[in-house]
């Protein structure tokens, strides 16, 4: 059984693994900065297509110098970018929590309702609440 891909596992050292590790490690780190850089690139409104288009073309040709220099030149715009993302976010993410939550006249009235029906509240106190519901 020759020329089996297993075997040639088993001739890889300890060292080798290791790096072979570091060496996927920052593979996934550099994936993970370019897709961060073009995430922010084309969350900026404010720079013109043609910049965002010299940017995308310096970081295929020469993408550890233009990462470099994207990172440094606009570094502290990302994270402000960023913060006003997930700040907007979090508004929506409040306010759809703040709609879902809420409940309508209608089920406030149908609660009130079965409280009035089981005893628990009185006729005139069921009507207070309605008239304050309605009001």
């Known amino acids: 059984m020759k020329g089996i891909p297993l075997l040639a596992l088993a001739d890889i050292g300890f060292g080798e693994a290791l790096l072979l590790a570091l060496e ?6 550099w994936i993970w900065i370019l897709i961060t850089i073009l995430s ?17 073309l310096f970081l295929v040709f020469i993408p ?11 570094g502290n ?3 402000d ?13 409040d306010a759809y929590i703040r709609e879902t939550a809420s409940s309508s006249s209608a089920d ?5 309702n079965d409280l009035k029906e ?7 106190e069921f009507e207070r609440a309605k008239a304050k519901l309605l009001a």
């Open 108 to 112: 406030e009235l149908h609660k009130l």
């Open 64 to 74: 550890f110098l233009a990462a470099l220099i994207y990172l440094i030149a606009r």
């Open 40 to 56: 922010d690139l084309f969350r900026d409104h404010e720079i013109s297509g043609w910049a965002k288009a010299a940017w995308v």
């Open 118 to 124: 089981k005893g628990a509240i009185t006729g005139e």
């Open 81 to 93: 970018r960023a913060i006003k993302a997930q700040a907007e976010a979090k508004q929506h993410m």
């Open 77 to 79: 715009g990302m994270r």
């Open 24 to 29: 996927i490690f920052f593979f996934v780190i």
